[in-house]
């Protein structure tokens, strides 16, 4: 899975993206099963395959702090949870 931006690159080398860009983004490239919800399979597979090493570890931390309701998904209101993560381990920066 390709991290597919327009070419916005910051000085610091992060791709960058709007709030709405970064959700279709994760909808398209996450979201397998189309339900409009990233469950911690679909998160773990998609971390993995964009090159996470350590990807279990780091699906199951994120996973645990943006599903705020925990009910086993990442929801329409809880994906803005996922932007601290794009910015630490994705290489993006998330601009509103």
Same mark, same amino acid.
């Given at each position: 899975?390709?991290i597919?931006?327009?070419?916005?690159?910051?000085?610091?080398?992060k791709?960058?993206?709007? %709030?709405?860009?970064?959700?279709?983004?994760?909808?398209? @490239?996450? !979201?397998? +099963?189309? *339900? $409009?919800? &990233?469950?911690?399979?679909e998160?773990?597979?998609g971390i993995?395959?964009?090159?996470?090493?350590? %990807?279990?570890?780091?699906?199951?931390?994120?996973f645990? @702090?943006? !599903?705020? +309701?925990? *009910? $086993?998904? &990442?929801?329409?209101?809880?994906?803005?949870?996922?932007?601290?993560?794009?910015d630490?381990?994705?290489?993006?920066?998330?601009?509103?």
């Open positions: 899975m390709a597919m931006v327009e070419r916005n690159v910051s000085s610091d080398g791709h960058v993206m709007t %709030a709405e860009q970064f959700k279709k983004w994760l909808k398209t @490239s996450f !979201d397998a +099963n189309g *339900d $409009g919800r &990233i469950s911690k399979a998160l773990r597979r993995r395959h964009s090159g996470g090493l350590i %990807a279990s570890w780091r699906s199951g931390r994120v645990k @702090s943006a !599903d705020t +309701n925990n *009910d $086993g998904f &990442i929801d329409e209101h809880e994906f803005r949870n996922l932007v601290h993560f794009a630490k381990y994705l290489n993006l920066r998330i601009i509103r």
